[in-house]
């Protein structure tokens, strides 16, 4: 297999119908048998998401039997699974195993090259004629090819390939003469355990922007389902899975997103010393998170570790806007003896557009940190653009929500308060 690896902001849709065009054009190129077999082009992640390990609890299965089952029974009912790109098998296929004799090969004077060159001229598939080829009858309408079995599949057919005639005498040299033939694994580099026991492992790759927990939860429901089938003494574990640090990163931002609404809560009440005027601009909090949200599935943010720390940050910047309006509506009330209504009229004549100018200054501080080049500015760019439109919005609350809130919830202060 190979691997191909774009640049930091490449459009992966794009970037993959490209390398699937230019492998259709250096198909023709290649060998008869990769060209038959096909050539497939998927798309992943390059972390590894999870891993699964097929195992027998006893014992009782070898490894050439684990990593068959695991490549014709698992592997591709996992490609099939929502939110997976690819499946990488650590597992080897079934494979006809030659161990050369070299006492063998020094009597007979044969060597590897001979027996390299014997299979590969008696071990093809090629077609053996046709039948209703022209000329043909009359009424004859089909033509049928014929192909014979050219592919050499047991360990007795093996046995038989010819590896060379020896001149002194005209006797046949054949494989199992100068070899020891037997069915095993690809490659015996790779051993993989569980618990002691031979294991197969499949490594899980992630979808470019599938969801990481729920591509988790679909790969255990698929080897749940699987597992009903399993012979006897096969089980199957996850030893390896990153899906519980992304809940874990969620689970610890949530929480501190709590405890900074509740800090901010108090510290607002601290200060403004009255409930009505607390409550107006803790309202601005929700209103601005939740209009950020408006925006996300046009830019393509997802709800991640990044964009909820940009929310941590927003909570402490959102109520600033609304905070100025409230404390000029109080001034207008209490000192200028104004009605709510007008006090809050002429409150925003006086400080709309300072209201605006603070979170465009806002905006402009973040923004450009979402377009700096390379994987740092890919890393924090939706930190960034988050708490920006937080601000934009949070200055269109001061200016629509707040004002009204205003009107119906601040009144004057008593004399002697």
Known sequence: SMTVNF???????????????????????????????????RKRNPSILMLVAMYAPKGSHNTTFLDNYANVFIKDALLRTKGVGDIVSRADDFSMRLWL?????????????????ALNEQNAQIAAGSIGAPPAQKGQSFEYIVTVQGRLATIEQFG?????????DGSLVYLKD???????KFNYANNSFVDGKRAAYLLVYQAPGANALATYENVLATMNGLKKQFPADLDYIVPFEAASVVQVSIEEVVHTLVEALLLVIVVVFVFLQNWRSTLIPVLAIPVSIVGTFIFFIPLG??????????????????????????EAVEVNINERKM?????????????????????????????????IPGITGR??????????????????????????LCVLLLKPHEENH
């Open 301 to 326: 943010f997802t709800i991640n570790t990044l964009t909820l720390f940009g929310f941590v940050l927003a909570i402490g910047i959102v109520v600033d806007d609304a905070i100025v309006v409230v």
């Open 379 to 404: 890393l924090y760019q939706q930190f960034a653009i988050t708490i920006a439109i937080s601000v934009l919005i949070s200055a269109f609350v001061a200016l629509s929500l707040t004002p009204a």
């Open 101 to 117: 004799k070299p006492d063998k090969l020094a009597q007979l004077g044969v060597t590897a090259a001979d027996i390299s060159a």
């Open 339 to 371: 009605s709510p209504f007008d006090a809050t009229l002429e409150a925003m004549r006086e400080i709309s557009a300072p209201v605006i100018a603070i979170a465009l200054i806002l905006a402009a501080v973040f923004v450009p940190v979402g377009f």
């Open 7 to 41: 640049d930091v902001g490449t459009d992966i849709n794009i970037a993959a119908l490209d390398v699937q065009n230019r492998v259709g054009i250096a198909t023709p190129t290649l060998p008869q048998e990769v060209q038959r077999l096909g050539l497939t082009v």
């Open 160 to 168: 038989n390939v010819i590896v060379k005639t020896r001149p002194a």
């Open 178 to 184: 100068v070899a020891r033939i037997e069915l095993g």
